[in-house]
């Protein structure tokens, strides 16, 4: 089952139906080069993820939350990860959004939202 909870609100409805991208990337010391046999030594200190996201059509009002959400310097996510449901801590440096539809009354709704969420 996906998840995404942002600062404890739930965008999981609104992911597109083709999901997300998830990676894990290394991270090394200064340590970690090549010797002169060309043998790498390396000296890896943690990993982080990254997470991309392409979310479906949502009412104005739902999209202001997540970009609010999403503006903070840092914060805490739920997400499924391939190890299980994870919360951890990111941040997100880009959101962009079109105005997609009005609706009756002046409801609009947004669309071409996607955004990559880094752990820090």
């Known amino acids: 089952m996906t998840v995404l909870v942002i600062n404890g609100h739930d965008y999981t409805r609104y992911i597109q139906d083709d999901g997300y991208e998830w990676s894990r990337d290394d991270l090394d010391s200064e340590k970690t080069k090549r010797v002169r046999s060309g043998t ?30 999403l503006h903070a310097a840092t914060f805490r996510a ?3 990860d391939l190890h ?32 990559s969420l880094h752990e820090i």
């Open 84 to 115: 299980g449901e994870q919360t951890r801590e990111f941040y997100c440096s880009q959101f962009p959004a079109k105005l997609r539809q009005i609706i009756d009354k002046g409801n609009l709704f947004w669309g071409g939202i996607s955004f």
């Open 40 to 69: 790498l030594r390396r000296d890896k200190i943690t990993e982080k993820r990254n997470l991309s996201f392409k979310m479906l059509p949502m009412p104005e009002a739902l999209a202001a939350k997540l970009d609010t959400d």
């Open 78 to 80: 739920k997400y499924q």
